[in-house]
């Protein structure tokens, strides 16, 4: 029996305003190439970097949740390597003295843990156009957070999954967009297969990975092509591999280089800068419920466990459903059910996220009161959900409207009488035991009262008028 044993490196990028060492502007999303340059990220002679504060602190955010160590110092080394689209030839990047180091991210029920992250600048970008080659270097010197796991995932399932997981991490703490589509949030892996219970197998790197969808596929097909390797009795070979979204295939890039390859040094142009104890205390103090101290607390409050996991991994939702919960006027699980069907069917529709909506969640909270209330029946407040998504006051709608529920049972006893004459042959099924007719009786005494009569006492009223418990 083989397994696989899987490693992440995950590069995010940091929403800071400006560039790890420079003042050009960071967000270089959708800028005319070479617009956000200037003589430091262009790596010209006699400039001097200097630290980006905000980048820093952003790092220690996310050191701090995952309980990595804070070191005493900031210290920056110089990564020596070709990079065709980085002009000084090298890197600034940390080696051994990492913003952080250990800690651990928990994922079902155990937890990865983390071997350390740590701050660089990005290269630019080459785009590759009939021959030629040409430069964006906008990116260049962008705030890179790299963050290394231990080998602890087994499944491609579960690299995806972690990678969501750290996306909505750093959403939640506010250091990072994280968007695959926007290169925000990239990783490489680390793959190697052995037989359970032996050492570990020889390890190849995936570089380059750009998406959930991506990362799982590439390590299926590579696990797949180890395995089989292993069960001709030769050897796996250790390299850096690309992959093909087309074909599905992972493809030699280089030869893996070690780390003396990169001749690590310290950054000469940065010394040694203290990281004051007070400062990361105020950070910590400041940090934001963290997404499973969040679904701790949506489970205490009775919301059931997948959803209670789904809405605090979402943090568009989760900061959604607390300023429901605030409000207090309808229960949690039914807010849970509503956002995470309803509301999630009807954005899907529309291509829409919540954000692009005008709910709010006085609207929903209000529109779901009325049902749990029995004020209103599913099937009006369903109807009344995409005004309400619009913007409209639910209660302002079913009173302007007269959408109440019809519970007079005199007026309703008139409208079943009606909805029996006119179906004697559903009646007599009932009669006779069969409960679908008797579904179906129901909905036509709902469909002439506008579905506005409560579905219980329709039913309650159809059975004792036609003699049946």
Not at 76 to 88: G, I, T
């Amino acid at each position: 029996m083989y397994e696989a044993v899987i490693g992440l490196e995950v590069h995010l990028h940091l929403k800071t305003r400006t560039k790890a060492f420079c003042g050009c502007q960071a967000d270089y999303f959708g800028a005319e190439p070479n617009a956000h340059v200037c003589p430091i990220c262009l790596g010209l002679p006699g400039t001097l970097p200097v630290p980006n504060r905000k980048a820093v602190e952003f790092g220690l955010r996310l050191a701090l949740a995952l309980g990595s160590r804070v070191p005493e110092k900031l210290l920056f080394h110089r990564k020596n390597y070709f990079y065709p689209d980085l002009p000084k030839n090298y890197q600034i990047s940390q080696y051994n003295l990492p913003l952080g180091e250990g800690g651990a991210l928990p994922l079902g029920g155990r937890k990865v843990r983390i071997k350390r992250l740590h701050l660089e600048e990005d290269a630019g970008k080459s785009l590759h156009l009939e021959g030629r080659t040409l430069l964006d270097l906008n990116r260049a010197g962008s705030p890179l957070l790299e963050l290394v796991t231990e080998p602890d995932l087994t499944t491609p399932e579960e690299a995806r999954l972690f990678l969501q997981r750290i996306q909505a991490l750093v959403q939640t703490l506010g250091i990072s967009e994280a968007s695959p589509e926007e290169g925000k949030l990239r990783a490489d892996v680390n793959v190697s297969v052995r037989r359970a219970g032996e050492p570990l197998g020889t390890k190849v790197e995936i570089k380059n990975l750009n998406s959930f969808k991506s990362v799982q596929r590439a390590l299926e097909y590579e696990i797949r092509r180890q395995t089989e390797i292993l069960r001709r009795g030769e050897k796996v070979k250790q390299a850096t591999l690309g992959f093909e979204e087309g074909s599905g295939k992972t493809y030699p890039m280089r030869t893996k280089e070690e780390e003396a390859d990169y001749r690590y040094f310290p950054e000469p142009d940065i010394p040694p800068i203290p990281i004051p104890r007070p400062w990361v205390e105020e950070i910590r103090a400041n940090l934001p419920e963290l997404p499973w101290e969040k679904e701790a607390r949506y489970r205490s409050l009775g919301i059931k466990e997948k959803d209670a996991e789904v809405l605090a991994y979402t943090p568009s939702l989760a900061r959604f459903l607390d300023r429901a919960l605030a409000l207090g006027e309808a229960s949690p699980q039914a807010l849970a059910n509503w956002l995470l069907a309803d509301v999630a069917g009807l954005l899907n529709e529309q291509g829409l996220t919540l954000e692009e909506t005008r709910l709010t969640p006085e609207g929903l909270s209000r529109l779901v009161a009325l049902f749990e209330r029995g004020e209103i029946t599913s099937r009006v407040a369903k109807a009344l959900l995409p005004e309400v998504l619009e913007g409209q006051d639910p209660e302002a709608l079913v009173r302007e409207r007269g959408l109440r529920v019809v519970a007079d049972e005199a007026a309703l006893k008139g409208v079943v009488a009606e909805v029996i004459a006119a179906m004697p042959e559903a009646a007599e099924s009932v009669r006779q035991g069969k409960l679908k007719a008797l579904d179906t009786l129901v909905g036509q005494v709902m469909r002439r009262t506008k579905g506005q009569a409560r579905p219980d006492l329709v039913r309650r009223l159809l059975q004792e008028a036609l003699g049946v418990g």
